[in-house]
């Protein structure tokens, strides 16, 4: 697509309940980002895929937080058994490649509140 | 490690003054890159500008400069004569470019409010 897609926009969840974010990257891009941004706060990185590469989980918080990648396509961020502190702005971002040599982009965020 | 340093929590100036936003940046790679994002109140980010650590020139875009210093750390961003619509959260960034595959991190953000 000519950008990076979202989906929902807005989530509200209850508390301990599981939620799905999915984002479509723009097509071709092999590298596929996953931050979180805590209302007021900068950008956390939580995960990342390039390409069939084995994915950097490194930043996740917890075993509750998942994400998986189709091909070089579609990826969704698995949230189990939410709690309040995972309210956020979940931001998906691709880019042509890894590296700082790329620039990404980035799409509007899914807005998650833990009620 | 890489880390970035973003001071100024928030600022506030009077259209048409000239602002200044502050980067610090650490990192232990001899190659990597710089970048600007404005996030407006819409919440998307959107990509200003990428500087990689080879090029110190400094960059002019239209009412937008940027002021990269090595020898400081330093990846200042200015905005001239200020405008409503240049109020956002900005955000300076880092990449390293060994060993590779390393994911932007962000500076915690500055908050520019240009009163009118």
């Known amino acids: 697509g000519a950008g990076v897609s979202q989906s929902p926009s807005n989530k509200v969840t209850e508390k301990g309940k599981d939620v799905e974010l999915r984002c479509d990257p723009i097509?071709?891009?092999?590298?596929l980002y996953w931050y979180r941004q805590r209302l007021g706060q900068g950008l956390e990185f939580l995960i990342y895929?390039?390409?069939?590469?084995?994915?950097?989980k490194s930043g996740l918080p917890s075993d509750r937080f998942s994400a998986e990648r189709t091909g070089e396509s579609v990826s969704t961020l698995t949230i189990q058994r939410t709690q309040q502190e995972d309210s956020a702005v979940y931001l998906c971002a691709s880019s042509l490649g890894t590296g700082g040599g790329y620039g990404y982009t980035f799409g509007s965020g899914t807005r998650l509140t833990v009620v | 490690a890489q880390k970035v340093t973003q001071a100024q929590t928030e600022i506030s100036v009077v259209e048409k003054e000239d602002v200044t936003l502050d980067c610090v940046y650490e990192?232990?790679?001899?190659?990597?890159?710089l970048f600007w994002y404005k996030q407006p109140p819409s919440g998307e980010l959107v990509f200003l500008i990428r500087?990689?650590?080879?090029?110190?020139q400094n960059e002019i875009s239209g009412r937008y400069s940027w002021n990269f210093q090595k020898s400081t750390s330093s990846f200042n961003f200015t905005i001239t004569a200020s405008q409503v619509v240049d109020s956002a959260v900005y955000f300076c960034a880092l990449s390293e470019a060994y060993p590779g595959n390393t994911p932007l991190v962000f500076g915690k953000g500055t908050r520019l409010s240009v009163i009118a």
């Open positions: 990192t232990r790679d001899t190659t990597y890159y």
């Open positions: 500087r990689n650590s080879f090029d110190e």
């Open positions: 097509s071709g891009h092999t590298a």
């Open positions: 895929f390039q390409g069939n590469s084995a994915p950097d």
